[in-house]
């Protein structure tokens, strides 16, 4: 299964919403996470299950979607969501979007 | 709290050999499957094999299959992946990752990684 994520950067300002998207080869079901990547730190599960959100992840991240295609939003940026965003269908990884603030 | 570390990365010849070990401390670590999920410089994330609660049960991506082999000590905590043939490819930071209950592998714990790097 190849999982494919757009956009590759997305520059956003800081309270304003950022939506990320992941679509999988063929269907997943809800089969899908979210993981969050700051510089020379190790990745950090945001959601599991396609929506539910991990223990300790703030409000404002939230996923969406079944089947073949995934949303992640950021509802109101902060200047601490700057990082690279993976989705991830069991041994398959997206290339990351990398979120980046205006 | 939930930790892992991980040790023994190092710079290796091409063709060389390695084990990498994870020490797992602060939750019952015989009740979890392991994972290690591998990055190459600058690049994403890539998952390298899995193992189930008892060792009994492994899976590794194509690429390193005969090559990199997961294994774990319940009586220790500890995970490990002996690494064999390695290829310049195979250079990348190297994570211990816990896998949520429930067969999908959401990993909730990530160690803070280390280095492999294969060159002449």
């Known amino acids: 299964i190849v999982m494919t994520q757009s956009p590759a950067t997305l520059s956003v300002s800081p309270g304003e919403r950022a939506t990320l998207s992941c679509r999988a080869s063929?269907?997943?079901?809800?089969?899908l996470a979210w993981y969050q990547q700051k510089p020379g730190q190790a990745p950090r599960l945001l959601i599991y299950?396609?929506?539910i959100r991990a223990t300790g992840i703030p409000a404002r991240f939230s996923g969406s979607g079944s089947g073949t295609d995934f949303t992640l939003t950021i509802s109101s940026l902060q200047s601490e969501d700057s990082a690279v965003y993976y989705c991830?269908?069991?041994?398959?990884f997206g290339q990351g979007t990398k979120v980046e603030i205006k | 709290e939930v930790r892992l570390v991980e040790s023994g990365g190092d710079l290796v010849q091409p063709g060389g050999s390695l084990r990498l070990s994870c020490a797992g401390s602060?939750?019952?670590?015989?009740?979890?499957?392991m994972s290690w999920v591998r990055q190459a410089p600058g690049k994403g994330l890539e998952w390298v094999a899995n193992?189930?609660?008892?060792?009994?049960?492994?899976a590794h991506v194509d690429s390193v299959k005969g090559r990199l082999t997961i294994s774990r000590d319940n009586a220790k905590n500890s995970l490990y992946l002996q690494m064999s043939s390695l290829r310049v490819e195979d250079t990348a930071v190297y994570y211990c990752?816990?896998?949520?209950?429930?067969?999908?592998?959401?990993?909730?714990?990530w160690g803070q990684g280390t280095l492999v790097t294969v060159s002449s």
């Open positions: 990752v816990r896998d949520i209950p429930g067969g999908a592998s959401y990993f909730d714990a």
């Open positions: 602060g939750f019952t670590f015989d009740i979890y499957w």
């Open positions: 193992i189930n609660e008892d060792g009994s049960a492994k």
């Open positions: 063929r269907g997943v079901g809800s089969r």
């Open positions: 299950d396609a929506s």
């Open positions: 991830q269908n069991y041994g398959a």
